[in-house]
């Protein structure tokens, strides 16, 4: 069986590396730092949107283009890769992925039919503490179509119009969808600014609920497991960008006579970051396949998927900064930007540390069965 992408897949990563190579250099990147908080990149959103990549994944009857979700994961690798500072990731992986999985029809025409044409920032607004997120500290709550709470961190929180929120409503977890015209969104500091984080505060916000035939928490299983193999991609992406420039600038830089790659140190660098890119490739694949026909074996998938994508973007972006040495932690290098975004998404829709349980989890329920 071959996981690998399909040659019209590869020729969209392709197009899609020339554009972002065209128009999100480092240098732009850089410049949504030096914003204020949850400021974005609102022009090279916008490209992106008459690229069609926001609508790639979307069906054909809401407006999108109907190429499917290994197509949006080709996609999510070449964002990773060029960092872009962007709310891609909350808006396709997160919202839309959400109301795909759960939404009536009525509510997919409406929420989705924004996406695809650009109208639309989604969000996810999840936790509402620091630490692994716990259905039993939910204090948000769903009354008489209205929601009553405060979620923090939410991811682009601050830009988006509209989410989707975990809340308790008559004792129960469920999914809701909300506009966030009226809203009060408080931005946060993080420790990547290019994806701004936020405070939203639910004072009677009106929402409605994902109508769905399973469980609430069955439901924010199955969209967390799409949001961790779509985000596998994106930090695969950036690991092997960091890869890339940790053995360019080892083969450029000089010392005692000759390039340091030629040093065994690097060399162990460099192939130890290899290893685990190329690991977190197959696990991403095996993902992408699980999730496209929504297979048994996704829970599986998913899981490892995030798993060892965390642990090589983690190491690659570190990895990197050493290759480079003591200019690899100054603000002129262009290393920290990676460093900073591998941190951000190994917190995105759960951390390593929950997704290792998981997988345990599924592990144990395979060997069972």
């Not at 290994?70 to 396709?92: H, K, M, Q, W, Y």
């Not at 909300?178 to 929402?207: M, T, W, Y």
């Not at 540390?353 to 592990?363: G, S």
Request: charged share 20%.
């Amino acid at each position: 069986m071959n996981f690998d992408f399909s040659e019209d897949q590869q020729f969209l990563k392709t197009e899609a590396r020339k554009f972002l190579d065209a128009e999100c250099p480092p240098d732009r990147v850089r410049k949504s730092l030096e914003k204020n908080a949850g400021a974005f990149d609102a022009d090279l959103w916008h490209k992106i949107i008459d690229m069609g990549w926001v609508a790639a994944g979307l069906p054909e009857e809401f407006g999108g283009l109907g190429l499917g979700r290994v197509d949006v994961c080709a996609i999510a690798e070449e964002l990773g890769r060029a960092c872009a500072p962007i709310p891609f990731n909350s808006t396709v992986f997160g919202f839309a992925e959400a109301v795909q999985c759960g939404g009536s029809p009525e509510q997919s025409q409406d929420w989705l039919t924004k996406v695809a044409a650009g109208n639309l920032i989604g969000c996810l607004a999840l936790s509402e503490q620091p630490g692994p997120l716990n259905f039993e500290a939910i204090e948000t709550t769903y009354e008489n179509g209205k929601l009553t709470g405060t979620k923090a961190p939410v991811t682009d929180g601050a830009i988006a119009n509209a989410a989707i929120v975990l809340a308790r409503h008559d004792g129960k977890i469920g999914l809701f969808v909300a506009s966030l015209n009226g809203v009060e969104a408080q931005p946060l500091e993080s420790i990547d600014q290019s994806r701004g984080v936020a405070r939203l505060v639910f004072d009677g916000a009106p929402a409605e609920p994902l109508c769905t035939g399973r469980s609430g928490e069955d439901l924010l299983r199955r969209v967390l497991q799409g949001v961790a193999v779509f985000t596998a991609f994106e930090q695969l992406g950036g690991a092997e960008r960091c890869l890339d420039m940790a053995r360019d600038f080892a083969l450029q830089r000089f010392a005692f006579g000759r390039p340091i790659a030629g040093f065994q140190a690097i060399k162990h660098k460099l192939a130890d970051m290899y290893v685990k890119n190329t690991l977190a490739r197959a696990h991403a694949y095996y993902g992408a396949w699980a999730l496209a026909g929504d297979k048994a074996e996704l829970p599986l998938a998913a899981a490892a998927a995030r798993v060892a994508a965390c642990d090589a973007y983690w190491f690659a972006s570190k990895e990197n900064i050493q290759t480079h040495g003591g200019m690899g932690f100054t603000w002129e290098a262009d290393c920290h930007l990676y460093f900073r975004r591998a941190r951000h998404l190994a917190l995105v829709g759960g951390s390593a540390r929950e997704w290792k349980e998981l997988l345990a989890t599924a592990i144990e329920l395979e060997i069972a069965a």
